[in-house]
């Protein structure tokens, strides 16, 4: 039988879900689940419930695992407890600060359900972890560094959008490859954050607007702009649609450490992403661990779970005995 | 209390778990098993015991995990099983179409002693299938690449010393750069073994040997050298001593797939490692392992793992709380 999974939120990432589960053969989507009015809402797979939210506990019965597609800085801290209580979940929480009472709070809603809920899974956090976290376990006496990029960021491509006489704006964030390459070198730098990323932003101009103003504004932003080397590109809203409606992202996870009885040898450990669609890759990412969720359960397992819980086979539709014939 | 981690069989790769152990401070090296007159053999760590093997059961309140050194071809097939059935075991055995024979030999002794063995832990097998893991589990419409160096292949350099006229050598593989350059650029090549690596041997030929005829030899042997484009440098012993002493490895995972509704985006996972010291980092994963292999025995586990059976947190000795706060 399949594992029926439920959509909450039809966004970026809700579409991506729905396009991923369509490539895994033991799943099926069971309904679509959204604040708008349902009518309003057509999904891609033929045949799919849309649902309003409000129904939801109708669906306890009808769906194993529920993915939850809304946004760390409101949605998920209410939704993910609360329908932990009904489902198992899993989510892409992904303020950082805030994950040990996120966890708390999914953990006491799971227990007590006796449902299984994972939290904070993608990419950063997600699969970036995941890397930090055996590259520590297999070399304790090193160095970690992440990058991200090259990939256009939505935080600082709306923080843009604020900005007087901006139309329309996307901001890409960049590695700079001589810091890369100074780690890959093994040469351990202390990178300041100028150091580490560029920011390029491609700006369309309201009529009228005084670009040199706008120019400077973006640039001495803090926070977002003000700590990195900024470039501004003034181009017009044909150019933007049509160079820049892609939503790429990526980044590299590295850690050098040393070995030997005197750390007399060194190695790096090197992860990297180059994505075209950071929200598919995202929530093919949230359905692997959806068949993680599900077969947890099934265990008789319950309670908060992030990706360093769970044994990898988990991911897999494959056997035990099928994943060490052909992937060991 | 610290994790007394026993060796067994003292070479390369046993010293290389005497130096990570020191790099564990929750782990302690309790004693050094040898096939070799014990007398004859010494070790770094001070006051360290070493034995021998045929006194390896009068340990086994005193060892929490041995960690097994011996060789895959004859050494492992026996002695994994053997030594299940006294202690917590964590072996390299790297023989990949023998793995589910051994695993079976492994999960039988391990489950009658109720002890936990865990097979092929290392990079490849190891990290390297992890990876393969993780991303065939996120990316299922997808393709994959392993390529392998620059490193030193202790196999090649052995059949090289086995021609007539040659008194030592060392062989690195070598991937080819243009390959791996089409796999990141997402074109899904099909590569023949010729188009993935080279292989590049550095030669010291006996007195009065021909030079021609041995290249001759080593380019065409089958198997090891007839599929590659062979180079082979003849050079003098110094250099060879100077230049060419250390076993540096490496490698690289890669899978390409797609997303998307019609599989319209393309995604690059890539992972890498540049080793200094192939045993010296197998060694660090195969401490990581221990570690785990202990904690899971204490949680009353017993019976064959492989990577893909241990969830990430059991590798690392900090708390899952502090794993939340510090890597998620």
Not at 131 to 145: F, H, S
Not at 297 to 325: H, M, N
Request: charged share 25%; aromatic share 8%.
């Amino acid at each position: 039988m399949s594992i029926r999974i439920g959509i909450m939120g039809y966004g970026n990432l809700g579409r991506g879900i729905e396009c991923a589960i369509r490539q895994n053969a033991d799943m099926e989507l069971a309904a679509v689940f959204t604040r708008r009015d349902p009518e309003t809402v057509s999904v891609l797979t033929e045949g799919v419930a849309v649902c309003s939210v409000s129904e939801a506990e109708q669906w306890k019965d009808k769906v194993d695992v529920m993915i939850l597609c809304g946004g760390s800085a409101t949605d998920l801290p209410e939704q993910t407890p609360k329908y932990a209580s009904m489902f198992n979940v899993v989510d892409s929480f992904d303020t950082h600060a805030r994950i040990p009472e996120h966890f708390a709070n999914v953990d006491a809603a799971a227990k007590e359900s006796g449902k299984v809920g994972i939290i904070s899974v993608g990419w950063d956090p997600g699969m970036f972890s995941l890397n930090r976290l055996y590259a520590n376990a297999i070399l304790p006496d090193g160095k970690d560094y992440t990058f991200w990029g090259k990939g256009v960021s939505q935080g600082h491509s709306d923080a843009i959008r604020r900005v007087e006489g901006v139309r329309d704006a996307k901001q890409y964030t960049i590695p700079v490859e001589a810091a890369l390459e100074a780690v890959r070198n093994g040469e351990n730098p202390e990178l300041s954050t100028r150091q580490k990323h560029t920011r390029e932003c491609f700006v369309v101009l309201e009529e009228g607007a005084d670009a040199a103003k706008v120019e400077e504004e973006i640039k001495t932003m803090p926070n977002y702009f003000s700590d990195y080397d900024t470039t501004v590109h003034f181009i017009s809203q044909e150019e933007l649609d049509k160079n820049h409606s892609g939503i790429p992202h990526g980044g590299f996870v590295l850690r050098s450490g040393k070995t030997g009885w005197e750390g007399e040898h060194s190695h790096l450990i090197e992860y990297s992403l180059k994505l075209d669609s950071n929200p598919e890759f995202t929530s093919s990412v949230l359905v692997a661990y959806a068949r993680a969720a599900y077969r947890l359960y099934k265990e008789g397992q319950s309670g908060c779970k992030t990706v360093f819980d769970i044994a990898p086979a988990y991911l897999s539709s494959k056997s035990g005995e099928e994943l060490r014939a052909s992937m060991l």
